[in-house]
């Protein structure tokens, strides 16, 4: 059974920066995209970023320049460091793998609070 466990959440003030990472287990298929989805309290589930297999790289407005995804495919981990965080980044991320074939896996996610 195929599960992501996602780290590094917590609790910092505007301005400064958490890593998260998510590593996987019980993976027996390619990995087609690895991403990060965060929901704020009353909001829909946004994608934060996505790198596919060809390493390509894909950001919401909101977190360009300020957020950075990252993989160790070896591994089956993936990574986002944010920079910068305002009080608008406030949200349970969410670990996001896409399999060959299309079939996503979801992790439990961690709470990331900014405060001001």
């Known amino acids: 059974q195929v599960q992501l466990v996602e780290s590094g959440g917590g609790t910092m003030t505007a301005g400064g920066s958490l890593r998260l990472s998510c590593a996987a287990s019980?993976?027996?298929?390619?990995?087609?995209?690895m991403g990060w989805y965060r929901q704020a309290p009353g909001k829909e589930r946004e994608l934060v970023a996505r790198?596919?297999?060809?390493?390509?790289?894909t950001y919401a407005d909101s977190v360009k320049g300020r957020f950075t995804i990252s993989r160790n495919s070896a591994q089956n981990k993936v990574f986002l460091q944010m920079n910068s965080l305002n009080a608008e980044d406030t949200a349970t991320y969410y670990c996001?793998?896409?399999?060959?074939?299309?079939?996503?896996?979801w992790g439990q996610g961690t709470l990331v609070t900014v405060s001001t």
């Open positions: 996001n793998f896409v399999l060959w074939g299309g079939r996503e896996v």
């Open positions: 019980g993976i027996k298929y390619a990995i087609a995209a």
């Open positions: 790198i596919v297999i060809d390493k390509s790289t």
